[in-house]
Nanobody, 123 residues
Framework: QVRLVESGGGSVEAGGSLRLACTGS??????MAWFRQTPGKEREGVAA???????YYADSVRGRFTVSRDVSTNTLKLQMNNLKSEDTATYFC???????????????????WGQGIQVTVSS
């Protein structure tokens, strides 16, 4: 299991920006991703960064969010611009080793999870 420590988040008005960071230690982080969840809904994939160089985005955030990885510190970042009220959620960092091909949105790809961090966007 990888230890994942999340930071960033908070509250912002619609149209504003926030940045999330997640630092991993103690295991493979070949696959790293951000998921989000609101009460009563399934946890959904937001964006992912694989060590192969591939990045993935949910349609709802493409063009507004940018995922990147600082290899020197093993930190996954999520720059969130033009935030909307529907982006309000608890955001979770996830990580996993390379393995069988599964959709990047599959929780099966990520055995390690962070504790979650709140993002609130007011309209």
């Amino acid at each position: 299991q990888v230890r994942l420590v999340e930071s960033g988040g908070g509250s912002v008005e619609a149209g504003g920006s926030l940045r999330l960071a997640c630092t991993g230690s103690g295991g493979s982080t070949y696959r790293m991703a951000w998921f989000r969840q609101t009460p009563g809904k399934e946890r959904e994939g937001v964006a992912a960064d694989y060590a192969s160089g591939h990045t993935y985005y949910a349609d709802s955030v493409r063009g507004r969010f940018t995922v990147s990885r600082d290899v020197s510190t093993n930190t996954l970042k999520l720059q969130m611009n033009n935030l909307k009220s529907e982006d309000t959620a608890t955001y979770f960092c996830a990580a996993g080793p390379t393995g069988p091909t599964v959709p990047w949105t599959s929780r099966q790809a990520y055995p390690s999870w962070g504790q979650g961090i709140q993002v609130t966007v007011s309209s």
